[in-house]
């Protein structure tokens, strides 16, 4: 069974421009959720997609936003980049229904901001 | 806010010894935890879980120990290899009415002497 899928692996940008970062989930996963790594700050969560509705938020300001498609594959979006925005976003698959269950990660997109 | 910490930033340890990782949490409203393994360049890669109506569970290689009445969750890992090294984070998340959000720990760079 395919892993967690991550596009790209790498992207440089800079400040004020706009990304899209693209996630697809291992086969049958329903949940997709979206981290920020950074040295500082560590892994931290971002929000959580099921069924194409965002089910849990973490505490980043609105330029970060998401959404998941039919087929469970997810996107995130970050607008106005700043340069505290460089970091390793990374996408977890998980099924997503009934008791919690191991979420599976990506190996991310390295995001860099100049 | 709360957080899932370690004890240790890094670990040092020689082959074939047994390795024991530990975390403290603070949530005692969490009852699923989950310690991942990553290795430079990579996502985090799961190794074992445990939900709070145990206290001890076996993987190969592997035990998770978790003491509630402390909220210490430890990971030991047995005959460790050189390929064992890498940062490890314990996680926590605090039910399934919470979703998939995990709340990460700040690792410990676990390095394995030949």
């Known amino acids: 069974k395919a892993g967690v899928t991550q596009t790209p692996r790498y992207l440089i940008k800079t400040r004020g421009q706009q990304v899209t970062l693209s996630c697809s989930p291992i086969?049958?996963?329903?949940?997709v959720s979206w981290y920020q790594q950074t040295p500082g700050q560590g892994l931290q969560f971002l929000f959580e997609?099921?069924?194409?509705?965002?089910?849990n938020k973490g505490n980043f300001p609105g330029r970060f936003s998401g959404r998941q498609f039919s087929n469970s594959r997810s996107e995130m979006n970050v607008s106005t980049l700043e340069l505290g925005d460089s970091a390793l976003y990374l996408c977890?698959?998980?099924?997503?229904?009934?008791?919690?269950?191991?979420?599976?990660f990506g190996d991310g997109t390295r995001l860099s901001i100049l | 806010g709360e957080s899932v910490g370690l004890h240790l930033p890094t670990l040092s340890v020689q082959e074939g010894d047994n390795s024991i990782i530990n975390c403290a949490y603070s949530n005692s409203a969490s009852d699923y935890f989950i310690w991942y393994k990553q290795e430079s360049g990579k996502g985090p890669q799961f190794i074992i879980d445990?939900?709070?109506?145990?206290d001890k569970r076996q993987g190969q290689r592997v035990t998770v120990l978790l003491n509630k009445t402390v909220k210490h969750l430890s990971l030991q890992i047995a005959a460790t290899q050189p390929g064992d090294s890498a940062v490890y984070f314990c996680a926590e998340n605090k039910g399934e009415t919470s979703g998939s959000r995990l709340t990460f720990g700040e690792g410990t760079q676990l390095t394995v002497n030949p």
């Open positions: 997609y099921f069924s194409e509705t965002q089910r």
């Open positions: 977890a698959s998980s099924l997503g229904e009934g008791l919690v269950q191991p979420q599976h």
């Open positions: 086969s049958g996963h329903r949940s």
């Open positions: 445990i939900r709070s109506n145990m």
